[in-house]
């Protein structure tokens, strides 16, 4: 008792000890349990369900929004003083409305001067292609009456040769006829001769039976033989005169023949040499046609190509004061004004004039999208001055080349505005979804919540419930994807069924908040 009595401050300092360490224990352990479950909490994957959605497979991008059809009007009347200005930038026109008018004073008056100049020369140079035609004329009519005149004499002699073809034969039969007739005389005449200075034969006796029985009542002698019978003899000298004369006629027959011969000869000769000359006459009376063509050819391409200069400076200055006269070549809106009045036209653009029916956007994708992007898929396009409308599109090009820039490697990509809208206006930034694939209520879950094995197939993590640790337990369902957005991607196939909780790995930051763990707030601490 005096021991608690002479200790009891002592006591009591050691029971308030015993009391602030048995407190700090229990908080101690209990901010550890609360600890423990937020760390766990921390560390579980995220618990999602698989849902029926509809999901699109998109490359995104942006552009600017352009007309479809842009021009910028020009004109050839470089120099000239602009007088007029009819439109204001912002301005609709229509295809063919006056834009501008340039002075066109200095051209129309060069035109007087090029047309005074073309007439001068057409008259010049149709003189020089009359002279030329003239003398053509003149040489073709020369050419034509030398080649019938020596037409006319080869003719003649042509039929003088068959003439004297004619008789060659004639005189040839009559000098053989003439030759026949003296051989016959003088066969006639030598045998004639022959006979002459033959002896006669001897009288042929009579016969018994040759002689009348009785006495001969016809005074006759009957006595003996009977004298010889004898043949005339031949006129000689008429045979004589008639081998003669045949001779003469064979010689004349001959002298005729070989006169009519050589005529033959001769007139051949000359129709061999007549028709030289005729063809050498021809040859240059050809030749000299020719050059006189020839002549003409050139007049006529000296005129025309003479007149063409000319005619094409002529053309040149009627495009020039045309174009004085600047007008819009399709309907739209002037979108810039390149001159003002009373400035000298230095050639640039006078005005740019843009069609705003419809639109266009000119986007760069990355090269490791374009693969996937063709023509003809659909576009969702959204702008700030469109406010929430998505705006259907389509992908009307796709550049075969790359463009190398400070951003990388990128292509070209047109996309056409299908979409009708006032708000729509030039250079506004587009946003584009440009749709690769898309599936209409389908089965989904999170991108992050499908993994692969070591074997490269697909699953997900089914939850069948959870642990003493509120950690979920699951089991592996093999599944085949298709469509993959942004954060969804569609299943395809598997034993997995709309309303099944799947896990989704949860980012980990490495970092807790031990303020929280111990019940600590920063105006406790501050206050401390």
């Not at 003088?160 to 003088?186: C, F, G, M, T």
């Not at 986007?363 to 406010?387: F, H, M, P």
């Not at 505005?417 to 209520?441: F, H, P, Q, W």
Request: charged content about 25%; some cysteine; overall charge negative.
């Amino acid at each position: 008792m005096n021991f608690f009595k002479k200790h009891k401050k002592g006591l009591i300092i050691l029971t308030v000890i015993v009391l602030v360490i048995g407190g700090i224990v229990v908080w101690f352990k209990s901010a550890m349990k609360k600890g423990m479950e937020m760390i766990n909490a921390a560390m579980a994957n995220e618990i999602v369900t698989a849902e029926k959605r509809d999901i699109v497979s998109v490359v995104s991008a942006t552009g600017k929004i352009t007309s479809i059809d842009s021009r910028s009007i020009t004109s050839t009347a470089t120099g000239a003083k602009v007088l007029e200005v009819k439109v204001l930038e912002g301005d609709e026109v229509k295809e063919g409305d006056v834009i501008a008018i340039l002075d066109a004073s200095s051209y129309e008056e060069n035109l007087a001067n090029l047309e005074d100049s073309l007439n001068n020369s057409k008259k010049s140079n149709n003189l020089s292609i009359s002279s030329a035609k003239r003398q053509l004329d003149e040489t073709v009519a020369s050419t034509n009456a030398s080649n019938d005149k020596y037409n006319t004499q080869v003719a003649d002699l042509e039929k003088k040769l068959e003439d004297y073809k004619n008789l060659k034969e004639q005189s040839l039969n009559l000098y053989k006829q003439a030759v026949a007739d003296r051989a016959a005389a003088q066969a006639a005449y030598e045998q004639a001769l022959k006979a002459l200075t033959t002896p006669a034969a001897p009288a042929t006796p009579t016969t018994p039976d040759n002689s009348t029985s009785g006495n001969d009542t016809s005074g006759n002698d009957t006595s003996g033989n009977a004298p010889a019978q004898t043949q005339p003899a031949p006129d000689v000298t008429a045979l004589l005169q008639t081998y003669n004369a045949a001779q003469a006629n064979e010689a004349t027959r001959l002298s005729n023949y070989n006169t009519i011969v050589a005529q033959y000869e001769a007139t051949e000769t000359s129709l061999n040499n007549m028709k030289d000359t005729r063809d050498e006459m021809k040859r240059n009376s050809d030749a000299s046609v020719a050059a006189r063509q020839d002549a003409l050819s050139s007049a006529k391409i000296q005129s025309n190509s003479a007149t063409t200069s000319v005619e094409s400076q002529i053309d040149a200055v009627k495009d020039q004061i045309e174009s004085c006269t600047v007008t819009a070549p399709i309907d739209g809106v002037v979108t810039s004004l390149g001159v003002t009045e009373g400035s000298q036209y230095a050639g640039t653009a006078i005005a740019v004039i843009e069609d705003v029916s419809s639109y266009e956007i000119t986007a760069e994708i990355d090269e490791y999208d374009i693969g996937a992007v063709k023509k003809g898929q659909k576009v969702v396009i959204k702008t700030n001055g469109t406010g929430d409308a998505e705006l259907e599109g389509i992908v009307k090009s796709v550049a075969p080349r790359a463009s190398i820039g400070a951003g990388g490697v990128t292509y070209k990509v047109v996309i056409s505005v299908l979409t009708k809208n006032d708000l729509l206006k030039l250079d506004m930034t587009a946003k584009l979804s440009i749709v690769l694939e898309e599936a209409k209520n389908t089965l989904t879950v999170p991108y992050d919540a499908v993994e692969t094995d070591d074997d490269g197939k697909e699953y997900v993590n089914v939850v069948d419930g959870k642990d003493a640790s509120n950690l979920p337990i699951t089991h592996k369902v093999y599944v085949t994807t298709g469509v993959t957005s942004a954060y969804y991607v569609e299943i395809l196939s598997g034993d997995l069924k709309e309303g099944d909780e799947v896990t989704v790995e949860r980012e980990n930051t490495g970092t807790f908040d031990f303020n929280t763990i111990f019940g600590v707030n920063g105006n406790e601490t501050d206050g401390m």
